[in-house]
């Protein structure tokens, strides 16, 4: 008989009933130490004080009203978004896939207010991941994803991640844009080095393309920069944020320049939900701590220092453990041992840590977790990288 949870998640026995900090609190009492923060969403935490009073003074006043209004709380955080980042314009969603779903869909306007509705293909790479909607499984296209629920919405050109001269050969006059995580997540935390993300930039340019970043994983503070291209010192045209921008609540959004998003236009795109007076009010305290520049270089501080431990839990070890990669505290653990067996004997250490591809264990812990919580991550990695070797 199926479950009355549609079973398309094969969950773990664990059942969580609080949180703080980097720390969540079992229905049976334990004490877990959060490196996944809800696929690194929890950014500032579990039950950070700022998100809390935010939500809840808010909660008292209004929850929703519709687009149809001027909702001065997604004003505020378009207007720090803005100041903040490249983009001229935001536009808010629930999701992550709901902004692949516009980032796609203001790619191609563009171009047919340009008058070249040809150009409407936009090129992807392996290993990649842009959500579940029909537009987010067709830009990742691997099998795992897209299998049985074809026709698919035509329009990408898969590649081999890396390679930009695969890049150049794709490009034809029907290519609108490139779609690229810098930092891929579900593909097992694998960086897109920064001379490549400044080639991809001058063919875009070269070619009179948009570049199109998905930031909703490595944005918002999880690389140490607010957001992560600003590592190689280029700039998108359009971007896809959402996780890390809510803090635990749902909230995406689009960000653009003035000229990409200059065919979005009153009735060409629209949402209920995004951009809501709760999401909005959320997301602002998220702004305000992590758009700082005392915040981020704590975040580079950490980073280090975690890195730097994992490297010797690494060399400590090699059968369980190949590399570490990664960026900030966006950090992957190449396995050895097969890497749901690592997640799994975590579970056993009270630790918890997220599976990706390429046999890959994510740390993506709270931007806000202490010196002491790296002591104890590291400390429960070794007892799990322990009881891997010993099984
Ligand atoms: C999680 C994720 C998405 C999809 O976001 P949802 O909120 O699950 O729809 C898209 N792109 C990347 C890089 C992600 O990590």
């Not at 001065?72 to 207007?79: F, R, Y």
């Not at 995580?181 to 930039?201: F, N, S, T, W």
């Not at 909703?216 to 291209?229: D, N």
């Not at 890390?244 to 998003?261: C, K, N, R």
Request: net charge negative; with cysteine; aromatic share 6%.
């Amino acid at each position: 008989m199926i479950p009355s949870v549609l079973p398309t998640y094969n969950r773990a026995p664990l059942e969580f009933v609080k949180g703080e900090g980097a720390w969540l609190t079992a229905a049976d009492g334990r004490r877990f130490l959060d490196l996944g923060s809800g696929i690194a969403v929890n950014a500032l935490g579990h039950a950070h004080p700022a998100l809390v009073e935010a939500l809840t003074s808010q909660a008292q006043n209004l929850w929703h009203v519709s687009n149809l209004y001027q909702i001065p709380q997604q004003q505020a955080l378009a207007d720090k978004l803005v100041e903040h980042t490249f983009a001229d314009t935001v536009f808010f969603t629930n999701s992550g896939t709901e902004a692949c779903e516009l980032a796609v869909k203001m790619a191609r306007k563009y171009f047919y207010d340009k008058g070249q509705p040809e150009r409407v293909e936009i090129i992807t790479f392996d290993g990649s991941f842009h959500g579940r909607s029909s537009a987010g499984i067709a830009a990742a296209g691997s099998e795992k994803m897209v299998k049985g629920f074809g026709p698919l919405l035509p329009g990408f050109v898969h590649l081999t991640f890396g390679d930009l001269d695969g890049v150049t050969n794709a490009i034809s006059e029907k290519t609108a844009a490139i779609l690229i995580e810098p930092v891929q997540g579900e593909g097992g935390i694998r960086p897109v080095p920064d001379a490549e993300l400044k080639a991809l930039r001058q063919i875009c340019d070269d070619n009179g393309l948009l570049l199109i970043l998905d930031e909703v994983q490595c944005g918002v503070g999880r690389t140490g920069k607010l957001f992560a291209h600003e590592w190689a010192g280029i700039t998108p045209d359009i971007m896809m944020v959402a996780k890390g921008i809510g803090g635990g609540f749902p909230l995406g959004a689009v960000l653009a320049t003035e000229d990409a998003a200059s065919g979005m236009t009153a009735g060409t795109h629209g949402s209920t939900y995004g951009g809501n007076p709760l999401g909005c009010a959320v997301g602002c305290a998220v702004m305000d701590h992590i758009a700082d520049d005392a915040f981020l270089a704590e975040v580079n501080r950490k980073a280090g220092l975690l890195r730097q431990k994992l490297e010797g839990l690494v060399a400590d070890h090699p059968e369980v453990f190949e590399e570490v990669r990664g960026a900030g505290l966006m950090l992957g653990l190449k396995c050895k041992a097969v890497n749901a067996d690592v997640v799994k004997a975590g579970y056993d250490n009270e630790l918890i840590t997220v599976p990706a591809a390429d046999n890959v264990i994510r740390l993506l812990p709270p931007l806000t977790l202490t010196d002491e919580d790296i002591a104890e991550a590291v400390s429960r990695l070794e007892k799990t990288a322990a009881q891997v070797e010993a099984a």
